[in-house]
């Protein structure tokens, strides 16, 4: 098998669906398989797949395992070459699938690659990061220095802002809605990291990757729409949380943070859940 696509799916049905449409419409020239990793959904996903979607493999997680543990299932039971992560929000775009294993078979160097993503309304959608630090971590997209200041100067840097999205580019991160990893990389440097239940897992591993000599490449010739967070958007403020937990334990693992700045750190996080649930709210009522 040369490409195994892997969603994992949490109550996202009608998402679901059109990313599989998506995916059967335009198959590559090239030997397919798709496996959708649902995570204990209770509005009937799983058994929309089998009914619509026959020929895609099912695997059904008794408990919510969260992306990480779902999408190592998905890859544990996979046979590609090349392995797909995509989210159950993006409609591929006519040989985006081709455009990734093209690039993955031309650059021996490189170990992941991600499509570009398109907002639904067809404006481009930043994917690529820079690495977090200690002081961007707090200029991320939905910072209020950000949506203040939106031209500030470490926003832009952290959020790749002047990334030139018309050519291959090689980077530190990519958001993981549409990222394609080689099978030799999860062999090389293992699966995710499931303690990251929710976000950051794309972080994580593509940090893991380039420390392990691994190149990560923005490849802008395959395309897809995003919807962007349509299971999260249900559940902003436990989204909110995970998202920084995440990010707590990223710092812990890849940064050697003494005591008190961990502290400090953590402190800092939790301020800043508070002022983005507090901003979204308030943004809410008004609109």
């Known amino acids: 098998m040369d490409v195994s696509i892997i969603i994992v799916n949490y109550n996202t049905r009608e998402s679901l669906r059109r990313c599989l449409h998506s995916v059967h419409a335009f198959p590559p020239p090239r ?4 496996i959708v990793v649902d995570n204990a959904s209770s509005d009937g ?5 089998r009914r619509l979607f026959p020929r895609v493999k099912v695997l059904e997680n008794k408990t919510n395992r969260g992306f990480s543990g779902a999408f190592n299932r998905g890859v544990t039971n996979s046979s590609g070459n090349l392995l797909l992560a995509l989210n159950p929000d993006v409609i591929l775009a006519p040989g985006c699938v081709e455009a ?8 021996p160097d490189a170990g992941i690659c991600g499509s570009k993503l398109i907002n639904p309304d067809g404006s481009l959608q930043l994917s690529c990061r820079a690495f977090p630090t200690l002081v961007n971590v707090f200029f991320g997209r939905r910072s209020v220095w950000n949506r203040l200041f939106p031209q500030n100067r470490i926003s832009r840097s952290f959020l790749k802002r002047d990334l030139d999205c018309s050519v291959v580019q090689e980077v530190d991160w990519l958001m993981g809605a549409c990222m394609m990893i080689r099978r030799n990389v999860t062999e090389t440097i293992g699966l995710f990291d499931e303690d990251f239940f929710l ?4 972080t994580d591993y593509c940090y893991r990757a380039r420390k392990a000599g691994f190149k990560v490449f923005f490849v802008p010739t395959a395309s897809a729409t995003h ?8 559940a902003f403020l436990v989204s909110t949380y ?4 995440s990010m707590y334990k990223f710092f812990c693992k890849h940064y ?6 961990r502290v400090i750190f953590a402190l800092g996080l939790a301020v800043r859940v508070l002022v983005v649930v507090t901003l979204e709210g308030t943004l809410r009522s008004l609109s």
């Open 45 to 49: 996903s799983a058994e929309m797949v």
């Open 256 to 261: 050697s943070l003494r005591s008190p700045i």
């Open 227 to 234: 919807e962007r967070g349509a299971a999260t958007r249900k």
């Open 100 to 107: 990734l294993a093209e690039f993955l078979d031309k650059r």
């Open 242 to 245: 995970n998202h920084n937990l």
């Open 31 to 34: 030997e397919l398989e798709t």
């Open 199 to 202: 976000f950051a897992e794309d």
